[in-house]
């Protein structure tokens, strides 16, 4: 069985920080590059941000400008999303995705490439 779990979300103020951690187990845990994803409400699901499984290539959205980083910890199945300055408009449901790829450098910003999903954390953000 291969699940992702994402964890870290919450309500806080405009300004504030949060990291969100994604758990993989299963064959989500090995050779995957992973992303982050968020949908809002009445919006579709936004590419956010995507490391290769090596951790070597990162790729984002034009909108974090910055605010937003992505990491992975390997040892532990661990992809985080470190989200810094948050404002209102960052309000919605984060999702991790892990993607399957032979090559240790890859990223995607195409959500219909990812072979898994977890059920994503919700952050709201109160101005």
């Known amino acids: 069985q291969e699940y992702l779990v994402e964890s870290g979300g919450g309500l806080v103020q405009a300004g504030a920080s949060l990291r969100l951690s994604c758990a993989a187990s299963g064959r989500a845990a090995n050779s995957h590059a992973m992303g982050w994803f968020r949908q809002a409400p009445g919006k579709e699901r936004e590419f956010i941000a995507s490391?290769?499984?090596?951790?070597?290539?990162?790729q984002y959205a034009e909108f974090p400008k910055g605010r937003f980083i992505i990491s992975r910890d390997n040892a532990k199945n661990l992809v985080y999303l470190q989200l810094n300055n948050l404002a209102p408009e960052d309000t919605a449901v984060y999702f991790c995705a892990a993607l399957w790829t032979p090559y240790r450098s890859r990223t995607s910003k195409k959500d219909y490439e990812y072979d898994y999903w977890g059920q994503g954390t919700q952050v709201t953000v109160a101005s």
């Open positions: 490391v290769s499984w090596s951790g070597e290539s990162t």
